[in-house]
């Protein structure tokens, strides 16, 4: 069964095919995506689907607190996103 992690504090220079290459060097992922602004640019932020449970237990584990391009990841289960208020 797919297992979503959610990436965080992803240096604003670093592409998703850094990030996949990152990843996929240990484990066997099914996606990646890099979250960007209207403009392109990251928003610093991520996912990554694994094919099976194991594997994304294991990259937790492993590159949870993990530093690229000096900035140490926050890699933890996705949850569903919260409603917010919407801002003006």
């Known amino acids: 069964m797919a297992k979503k992690l959610f990436v965080g504090n992803i240096n604003w220079n670093t592409s998703r095919d850094d990030l996949e290459e990152l990843f996929s ?6 996606e990646c995506i890099l979250i960007k ?9 991520g996912f990554v689907t694994f094919n099976s449970e ?4 294991s990259a937790i584990e492993a590159l949870n607190w993990h530093e690229i391009e000096w900035r140490a990841l926050f890699v ?3 949850r569903p996103q919260e409603k917010r208020e919407r801002r003006y």
């Open 54 to 57: 194991e594997d994304a237990n």
């Open 76 to 78: 933890n289960e996705a």
């Open 37 to 45: 602004d209207e403009g392109g640019r990251s928003k610093g932020f």
């Open 25 to 30: 060097q240990h484990w066997e992922i099914e």
